[in-house]
């Protein structure tokens, strides 16, 4: 594997939604996986409520953990704008990963923006492979609304090409003992509702 043939995932979202977890728990599946991984991430305004990216790129070598322009497979985003807002990282052919929850941000709340009433179409227009998910109701379905990352981390492993053990473990090395189930159950509704196509 060159690094042509390097991955990249990018997570997007807001502070306080679970980006770093769900990347962490990526990267190490891609390190139990056998790949060299490398990982960024970047908090726009460091407290909650700001943008937050997590950079994740996997090969048999990776010189960097910066993820060029067009060149992601999978743009995971907890949050409809933060999608429109990153996806000049997705490679053609790319597939967004996004849940359906929307987040005002402060500049929105204090009357300075406006949050787009036709965010959904935008999505729609701007990405040619969407998968669109209700991430909050499925968390809730496995036990807690927090869970949304790792329900969107559950859709995007359908994309990537690590295997369901990797990801098993993964889980277990990144997650708490006694949050483990509420978020293998949430990564299991993920995976389903992308193989469904109902996400």
Known sequence: MSEHTTTSVVFAGVGGQGILLASEILAQAAMLAGYDVKTNEVHG????GG??????????????????????????????????????????????VVSTQAIVPVTVSMG???YPADAESRLAEAFENL???????????A???????????????????????AWTEALQRSV?????????KAFDLGREAARNGHA
Do not use: C, W
Request: hydrophobic residues 50%; without cysteine; glycine residues 6%.
């Open 143 to 165: 036990g807690t609304a927090k869970a949304a990352n790792v329900v969107v981390l559950g859709a995007l492993s359908t994309r990537l090409d690590l295997d369901a053990p």
């Open 45 to 48: 305004m460091a407290q909650r």
């Open 112 to 114: 300075a923006a406006e």
């Open 131 to 141: 998968l669109l998910i209700d991430a909050v109701t499925l968390a809730r379905e």
């Open 176 to 184: 708490k003992p006694k949050f483990l189930d509420v978020n293998r």
């Open 51 to 96: 943008s937050v990216i997590a950079q994740i790129r996997y090969g048999e070598k990776v010189f960097s953990p910066l993820v060029p322009d067009g060149t992601a497979r999978v743009l995971a985003s907890l949050e409809r704008i933060e999608a429109l807002r990153f996806r000049h990282f997705l490679a053609p052919g790319g597939t967004a």
